[in-house]
């Protein structure tokens, strides 16, 4: 279906023209007729398949069309980290060129205080799209330079990521001061049960929308390395000697894991930046900036990087921590293989983390591909999951009224922790 099929006004459809958007994605065609109707939405899908489009051009159509009080913040949409917002506005810049009237400011923490006046004064004068990180939204709150009781729209993207990072209750704080008739958007890319419980809080009579999770591209390929943690940085060693690799992202799980990670790194002699939430927003930029411009090799990153942040010639994804699902896994290596180029995709598996990386092959509907360790790292665990036995055995025994032996009069051996295991 095509955006000319839509009620989008003329002014919206002329600037999709001129950015050669034609076909609307799958997200696109299900919420942009439902955000136009009034709708409340609680839309379900993955990074990379267009949702900022999906309730950002219906929105700005709607602002467009209808006369909006002037001095009053019309739209609020929340981004879980100051990169997304930063180019949640910029999407807003290129789709709102023949819009009167419709501007945007993006606020989020971080920033000296010559940002923070320029954020005051533009909230005084009724931006009518603010696009905000949580923390820094609340302190214009807090000190009363902005009210929302005249906002119609209020946008929560990546509400997964939200989750994850500590800010529901702060959503929750801000979304109290909104009017009872303004039209709510939710957009998150998995749906556990807290994300639907907020969804029931926020949300009234929403539609659903909600697209499975695709699987990776073919054009990437994917590998695995099953070894013991002291063994990775041998093995990262190893494919930065044997190749000429740029453009490589490297996946931790945890920040203090990104910043360990550098330094060895850097120790090895590779061109690498960490980039983890404790970095100030300049230094975010930094990185960032010297990242895509070529100026550094690696980007040693959290998850802040997985979602959301657009970077088109990465020519490597390397989890060093195997994802903890595979819908995060799908969003790490998705960051390979875009505008048409190849990509890869290599994972280091831990003894720890059989278990965990079978399920995402589940997922997959194929095996991996297990390359052989680097000559002089010695073996690897063996690739097969944990035996269950004594564990149900314990179980059972505990139903029945058993005490501490079983039925050979031993005592069974403890079963693994699921940490361990």
């Known amino acids: 279906m095509t ?74 949409i929340m981004a879980p980290t100051r990169e997304l917002a930063q180019q949640i506005d910029q999407a807003m810049e290129g789709f709102s060129y023949y819009l009167h009237g419709v501007s945007s400011i993006a606020v989020y923490g971080g920033n000296d205080g010559g940002r923070f006046d320029q954020e005051l004064k533009s909230l005084r004068g009724g931006a009518p799209v603010v696009i905000a990180t949580p923390g820094r939204l609340l302190s214009h709150l807090k000190v009363g330079n902005l009210n929302l009781a005249r906002t119609s729209f209020f946008v929560l993207d990546e509400a997964d990521r939200m989750l994850d990072m500590g800010f529901i209750d702060d959503i929750l704080q801000i979304t109290k001061l909104l009017p009872q008739d303004c039209q709510k958007l939710m957009f998150s890319a998995t749906m556990p049960p807290k994300i639907r419980e907020l969804a029931v809080t926020l949300l009234r009579k929403p539609a659903e929308v909600k697209l499975k999770v695709s699987r990776p591209a073919d054009k990437i390929v ?56 404790d970095l100030t927003q300049q230094e975010r930029d930094d990185v960032m900036y010297r990242f895509k411009a070529g100026q550094v090799d690696v980007l040693v990153a959290t998850d802040i990087v997985a979602r959301g942040i657009d970077i088109d010639d990465i020519s490597i994804v390397i989890n060093f921590d195997v994802p903890h699902d595979a819908e995060d896994y799908v969003h790490r290596i998705g960051r390979t293989a875009r505008a048409d180029r190849d990509g890869q995709a290599i994972t280091f598996v831990n003894d720890r983390d059989i278990k965990r990386f079978m ?29 269950k036995s004594a564990s149900k055995g314990r179980r059972h025994g505990k139903r029945r009224g058993r005490k501490d032996k079983g039925r050979d009069g031993k005592k069974p051996t403890p079963a693994p922790s699921p940490r361990e295991g």
Request: hydrophobic content about 35%; charged content about 30%; glycine content about 6%.
């Open 3 to 76: 955006f000319e099929e839509t009620q989008l006004n003329d002014n919206i459809l002329d600037a999709l023209y001129d950015m050669h958007f034609e076909e609307m994605t799958p997200i696109q065609e299900k919420c942009i007729p439902l955000v136009l109707e009034g709708r409340d939405v609680m839309g379900i899908a993955q990074t990379g398949t267009g949702k900022t489009a999906a309730y950002l051009l219906p929105i700005l159509s709607l602002l467009d069309d209808n006369e909006y009080p002037d001095d009053a913040i019309n739209c609020v």
């Open 359 to 387: 399920q995402i092959e589940k997922f997959l509907g194929r095996e991996v591909e297990k390359l052989p360790l680097p000559e002089g790292a010695g073996e690897g665990p063996e690739y097969k999951a944990a035996e």
């Open 222 to 277: 994917q590998q695995a390395y099953v070894c013991y943690d002291p063994q990775k940085l041998q093995i990262i060693d190893h494919l930065f000697r044997n190749g000429d690799l740029k453009r490589v992202i490297i996946f931790c799980g945890k920040k203090d894991r990104v910043k360990e990670i550098a330094r060895q790194l850097r120790h090895l002699k590779i061109n690498c930046a960490p980039m983890h939430s």
